[in-house]
Nanobody, 121 residues
Framework: QVHLVESGGGLVQAGGSLRLSCAAS????????MYWFRQAPGQERERVAT????????YYADPVKGRFTISRDNAKNTVYLQMNSLKPEDTAVYYC??????????????WGQGTQVTVSS
């Protein structure tokens, strides 16, 4: 069982930056692949980024490549999403997720409650 709690969301102007954090409970955090998803009103949930257990492998959705960076600190049981050059279309609820599978899965097993990110133009 993994409990995930996101933080760091808020309101920012276009072009600004935010860093989201996701604190995980459990002693096996370091063995989980971690994800960030987002969902805007009226839109489907979208996988934003994912990182392997070691942090050595990352994947990004095309809309965020070059602007967002996912990272993890296994000693702190925390995964981060650094978001730079934010655009109004990045506005969404951002969710942290975890799955024990080392491969990328469409629907991870564990989810956080989400944190709102709003980018004003």
């Amino acid at each position: 069982q993994v409990h995930l709690v996101e933080s760091g969301g808020g309101l920012v102007q276009a072009g600004g930056s935010l860093r989201l954090s996701c604190a995980a409970s459990g002693r096996t955090f370091s063995s989980y692949r971690m994800y960030w998803f987002r969902q805007a009103p009226g839109q489907e949930r979208e996988r934003v980024a994912t990182i392997s257990w070691s942090g050595g492998s990352t994947y990004y959705a095309d809309p965020v490549k070059g602007r967002f960076t996912i990272s993890r600190d296994n000693a702190k049981n925390t995964v981060y999403l650094q978001m730079n050059s934010l655009k109004p279309e990045d506005t969404a609820v951002y969710y942290c997720a975890a799955d024990p599978s080392p491969i990328v899965v469409p629907t991870p097993l564990y989810w956080g409650q989400g944190t709102q990110v709003t980018v004003s133009s």
